[in-house]
């Protein structure tokens, strides 16, 4: 089995020299497994380990008695153990979730702070199995048969194409013992009854089922990356032009980045209005936004209109990149003469994707369209209001949205519209500044 893990580890660049992984223990079987192999694995893989153990203090004495084992391992093993004790209860009664749900949220939530540079918990391939299956019984995507990435971040799990028999063959190999928490005997959880019930049916169909589930898995990751690619490739395209598996992919990407719930109903809502509504239809959201579809195009728009009061702020002190409205970023970039040539600017028309750096008062921000706002387009003879131009260009939707960049003046670009005059380029421009949005 140590084979099979360094290969793992190997194959998915889990570990690198001079590292520290922190091994989540339970001090269950998959978990001691884990901390042995890891500690036997150590010296070639060159790295230090440490585990981490938390009581969630659900079942009284029982997980005190966990923590105590925990406790003894680590010390005979010579690796440094932190514990904490959180009332994993009280926390998911606080969150509104199941204690299987909230459990697993404290426990992430923990890993993320701890001092290591990788956490790696004892997910075996049984576990995997019954992760997929568990995510077809709620009607999973294809993302969620995927099962359980072998890293996701600073996690890593090494035990993942190893199964229970492996693993406890090998703690048996090493008489080293181990504690079972008694809530895995019963039935009272949804995936118990999967491990229990449903598990030892399909390995009666083939006992290969869950090894079988690890190769389906991979093979369905690697179409998951190639579609979620495809579709932050497509993030601007006419959801018409594209396959329903590309388009909901964008639709999704979309609701994301406003934090927005993205379950199979609404990307679907979302997706099928947008590619058959020819005038603008509405679909109300979550967090206080509507989507807004018309000929293939969604634009998430808040439900009350900014256009009065700014309802995104942000202070812009230097070059760089600056989120707005959630699906856009504002690229500030500053050059100067030595790359760039004010008279090339100028012959070319270009004013109104440079500017002069300097020309800028302090104080600048990317805020919201406001009705007061107005503008006098770089080489344009007169000033006009900013929603008048915006009118022309943009569905009201867009406009509501549009982003602006101000300084104590006023307007100093504005988005579809460019800078304002006050601060195009001369011959003597030495500093320019290019804005750009990227649209997720």
Wanted: aromatic share 6%; with cysteine; net charge positive.
């Amino acid at each position: 089995m140590l084979e099979k893990i360094k290969s793992v580890i190997q194959k998915f660049n889990m570990l690198q020299d001079g590292e520290t992984v922190c091994c989540a223990l339970s001090g269950g079987a998959d978990s001691v497994a884990l901390l042995l192999a890891l500690l036997e694995l150590s010296p070639t893989l060159g790295v230090k380990v440490t585990a981490v153990h938390i009581n969630h203090m659900l079942r009284g004495a029982e997980s005190d008695r966990d923590e105590a084992f925990c406790r003894d391992l680590c010390e005979r093993l010579n690796v440094p153990l932190t514990v904490f004790r959180k009332d994993a209860a009280a926390f998911s009664h606080s969150l509104g979730v199941s204690v299987e749900t909230g459990a697993r949220e404290m426990r992430y939530g923990i890993f993320s702070q701890l001092p290591a540079d990788k956490i790696s918990t004892a997910h075996n391939l049984n576990d995997n199995a019954e992760t997929v299956l568990f995510r077809m019984a709620r009607g999973t995507g294809l993302k969620g048969l995927t099962g359980i990435p072998p890293v996701r971040g600073k996690i890593i799990r090494p035990l993942l194409f190893c199964t229970r028999e492996e693993i406890e063959a090998f703690l048996g190999e090493k008489g080293q013992g181990f504690v079972t928490d008694s809530t895995n005997l019963s039935d009272d959880y949804s995936r118990n009854r999967i491990r229990h019930r449903i598990m030892p049916e399909m390995e009666a169909v083939h006992k290969a089922f869950p090894s079988c589930t690890a190769a389906m898995t991979v093979s369905l990751a690697e179409d998951e990356d190639f579609l979620s690619k495809e579709a932050a490739r497509q993030k601007n395209a006419d959801l018409r032009e594209l396959h329903p598996a590309v388009g909901k992919r964008v639709v999704i990407n979309l609701l994301r980045a406003h934090k927005l719930k993205t379950n199979a109903e609404r990307v679907s809502e979302v997706w099928r209005t947008a590619v058959g509504a020819k005038n603008a239809v509405k679909i109300s959201l979550d967090g206080g936004y509507y989507a807004v579809c018309r000929k293939g195009r969604v634009v998430i728009v808040p439900e009350r209109s900014p256009a009065e009061r700014p309802a995104e702020t942000v202070i812009i002190d230097r070059e760089g990149k600056y989120p707005f409205f959630g699906d856009k970023t504002v690229i500030i970039t500053k050059e100067t003469d030595e790359n760039m040539n004010a008279e090339d600017i100028i012959n070319k028309k270009l004013t109104f994707r440079y500017a002069d750096y300097d020309k800028i008062l302090n104080g600048v921000i990317l805020r919201n369209r406001l009705r007061s706002d107005r503008i006098k387009p770089a080489g344009a003879a007169h000033t006009r209001e900013l929603r008048k131009l915006l009118q022309e260009k943009l569905p009201p939707e867009e406009r509501e949205i549009s982003a602006v960049i101000a300084d104590e003046k006023g307007v100093v670009w504005a988005e579809h519209i460019g800078f304002d005059d006050r601060v195009k380029i001369s011959a003597d421009t030495k500093n320019f500044v290019k804005i750009e949005i990227l649209k997720i």
